[in-house]
């Protein structure tokens, strides 16, 4: 018989519960300031719910009635430096947060409500309803609640969405020398996402001083959590990536609180992530003022067990004990906070004219302004209004010919070398002299702890680069090795780091650069190899850029890294090892943001184009004789290309060609000459035509994969069919 050993985890995994002997210790000031957080974040609740019921509310009003505890046990003993994000059901946890910056020093049970009290209530149900004085302008309404002053770094509709975020503010308030930690909250749900196992696996790795806060209220909309996984008690998931974890009953304040100091101490200390998880309960259902009983899926006698385990009414209970307050008195806070909630709601709604006798409306002058919609998509690009600019036909410095990877690396060392804020990581980044094409060659001997090889979990990194990026004390560089690696990671990508300037407002800087390489040619198969510029162009945010030389590909990277926008810089593995004059020692100039190159001119067609099929479609030009001009794009987004240059282009020719090598689906081409036949329909004597790949995704077979994508010998086909045209016409 085989001999067996019961193995054991390598960190504590323990259930915190409370005696009278601590709540008998406890500080009558904290204890003063967690009954009064209670009441307001109830109050506020319900009136968030009564206007709601008046369909005042747009959109979800998901309630943290009797969840409220978690929040405010947690909460109550961090900075305001220290940072905090949510999900979708997150009021409670933003309000504890902005009630704790506003009242640090605790609150006075006989003043509650003081003027930066009011502020918050009413600034935070403003947002929730959509206004212009809300904490994100209303863009955010009740799932986008974010106000960086109070460490309240964004709650996130999408299910685990926002704790790879949370890393990368942990991170940076590491790396830059503090000791302030991020707490990230989110519910059973999340437990069995890979985003947050991923982002447990990297913050236990790298020993961030990040809390994974479990908000287990046993449901997801309907389905208990024992239906999803074999383990509820979800603090287990914990012990596979060798974190202490700490289970606690959610209702008790006091619990959740001591749980937290213990983690606190610990992630303080430098030694790492920490999980807890807080048994609570959501009184209502999902969405709405109605308990789940009226649903089907609870019981009413299940629900009455819950109710009488009320945080609120155990902190009063419990202080009463003690001797700290009375019935008055707790009737007294109660009033306060309804009251604040009474003055906010004036101050936001008046009697409807229009309506039934009671009814009322939002005050119409508190509507943000429907020219807000699109403003803050994007910077304003005024960070490098005084930038040096410099374009290879005019450069009088020294150059020598380099090849194009050589650029990739010189340009990121020498902006390492002069900024430290710029920070690399990706799939290793680290390790064979430069990575897997020799893109970060040099770095990290130069540079260790700043080029920082990660784990293969794309949304892990990618959402951690997205935190870093949000704190501003960092500007990561995230590499994907392929695009097609982005839809692993397509919600931190695409939802979270495209969307969160936008979203929580408009001012955000998010100064990240992305990475990655088209490799079509290559023989990597479907999954390897597309090209990544006919999604990002339809994402919002997102900034794109790509180099078809050594000379724009220093110039394009350094303002990639100077702009406050998350930035796609797209490579191609045929130019790797291309040449192309590079000066010999400058690589301190921008390529003039939002500028094509005219690489040809010529007056019968219009070529637009990009990487490596500038030079296709040059050796294509010139196979055919047609007198083509030839324009390198460079700057691919919407809100950055330059329609100047091709419309000079386009009048001029009146016909245009653009030529990319990838697939048909997700062809760059396809919005771009929708906008072009918009913007230049009177000039142009017919369709625009494009040159794209097949409609399937490359093969491993080269036969198969040269017949998916587009090269020379397409372009030339294109260039003849348009000049055979062009006789017809005459």
């Not at 390790?431 to 020799?438: A, Q, V």
Request: aromatic share 8%; charged share 20%.
């Amino acid at each position: 018989m085989p001999r067996e050993k019961r193995l054991q985890p390598g960190s504590s995994w323990v259930e915190l519960t409370t005696t009278a002997s601590d709540w008998k210790a406890a500080d009558p000031g904290l204890l003063a300031t967690m009954l009064g957080q209670l009441h307001l974040i109830r109050a506020f609740e319900e009136t968030v719910l009564e206007l709601a019921g008046e369909g005042l509310v747009h959109g979800p009003a998901h309630s943290s009635i009797g969840q409220e505890g978690g929040a405010v046990g947690s909460i109550v003993g961090l900075r305001s430096s220290d940072g905090v994000n949510g999900s979708h059901r997150g009021h409670h946890q933003f309000l504890a947060k902005a009630l704790t910056h506003v009242a640090p020093d605790g609150l006075r049970l006989g003043a509650l409500v003081t003027p930066e009290v009011q502020t918050v209530l009413q600034r935070t149900l403003a947002e929730i309803l959509g206004l212009a004085q809300g904490y994100c302008r209303g863009r955010g309404g009740s799932m986008h609640l974010q106000w960086f002053e109070a460490g309240a770094l964004g709650t996130n509709a999408i299910v685990g969405g926002g704790v790879p975020l949370g890393a990368g503010n942990a991170w940076a308030q590491r790396h830059a020398g503090t000791t302030d930690l991020t707490v990230s909250y989110f519910g059973d749900g999340a437990t069995n996402i890979g985003s947050v196992l991923e982002t447990l696996n990297l913050a236990a790795a790298w020993k961030l001083p990040f809390c994974f806060f479990i908000e287990n209220n046993l449901y997801a909309v309907s389905t208990r959590v024992e239906e999803v996984t074999a383990e509820p008690r979800l603090s287990a998931r914990a012990l596979g990536f060798n974190i202490p974890a700490w289970r606690v009953d959610g209702m008790d304040p006091l619990a959740v609180h001591l749980a937290m100091q213990k983690a606190v101490e610990r992630m303080r200390a430098g030694e790492g992530p920490t999980v807890i998880e807080a048994e609570v309960y959501r009184f209502f259902h999902q969405n709405g003022a109605y308990p789940g009983s009226a649903f089907g899926y609870r019981s009413k006698d299940e629900e009455a067990a819950w109710r009488d385990r009320d945080p609120v009414t155990r902190v009063g209970r419990e202080m009463k004990a003690l001797g700290l307050i009375d019935d008055d008195g707790i009737a007294a806070v109660r009033r306060q906070a309804q009251h604040a909630m009474a003055s906010a709601v004036a101050e936001l709604l008046n009697a409807d004219p229009d309506g039934k006798p009671g009814t009322r409306r939002i005050r119409p002058e508190l509507w943000p302004d429907p020219g807000f919609s699109d403003v803050g998509v994007r910077g304003d690009l005024s960070e490098i209004a005084e930038a040096r600019t410099a374009e290879e036909a005019d450069f009088t410095g020294p150059m020598s010919p380099r090849k194009f990877i050589d650029a990739v690396a010189a340009v990121m060392d020498r902006r390492m070398g002069s900024d430290d804020r710029v920070i690399v990581l990706g799939e290793d980044v680290h390790r064979l002299k430069g990575g897997t094409n020799g893109a970060t060659k040099g770095l990290s001997e130069k540079y260790p702890d700043r080029v920082l090889g990660t784990p293969i979990s794309e949304n892990a990194f990618a959402g951690l680069g997205g935190g870093m990026a949000l704190d501003g004390r960092f500007r990561p560089v995230v590499e994907f090795m392929y695009p097609d690696f982005l839809w692993v990671a397509a919600d931190q990508v695409f939802n979270q780091i495209g969307k969160a300037r936008h979203m929580f407002g408009g001012e955000n800087p998010v100064p990240l650069v992305l990475r990655t390489k088209v490799a079509m040619g290559s023989g990597y198969g479907s999954q390897h190899l597309m090209d990544p510029a006919g999604i990002f162009s339809t994402a919002p945010g997102w900034r794109i850029v790509a180099a078809s030389t050594p000379f724009d590909y220093v110039g394009l990277m350094n303002a990639a890294l100077a702009i406050d926008d998350p930035v796609l810089v797209i490579e191609h593995v045929d130019l790797y090892a291309s040449t192309g004059l590079m000066p010999d020692d400058d690589l301190d100039y921008q390529i003039p943001f939002g500028t094509a190159a005219v690489r040809r001119t010529g007056n019968e067609v219009t070529v637009l184009s990009y990487l490596s099929m500038v030079g296709h479609s040059a050796e294509a030009i010139e196979a055919t004789g047609v007198d083509a001009e030839l324009i390198d794009l460079r700057f691919l987004d919407r809100a950055s290309i330059d329609w100047d240059t091709i419309g000079t282009s386009v009048k001029k020719t009146n016909c245009v060609l653009i030529v990319e090598q990838g697939a048909l689906g997700t062809s760059y081409g396809g919005w771009l000459s929708d906008e072009i036949q918009r913007r230049f329909f009177d000039y142009l004597d017919q369709p625009v035509q494009r040159v794209t790949g097949g409609e399937a995704s490359p093969s491993i077979s080269k036969v198969l994969e040269r017949a998916a994508i587009a090269k020379t010998e397409e372009v030339v086909t294109a260039l003849e069919t348009l000049r055979a045209a062009f006789g017809e016409g005459n």
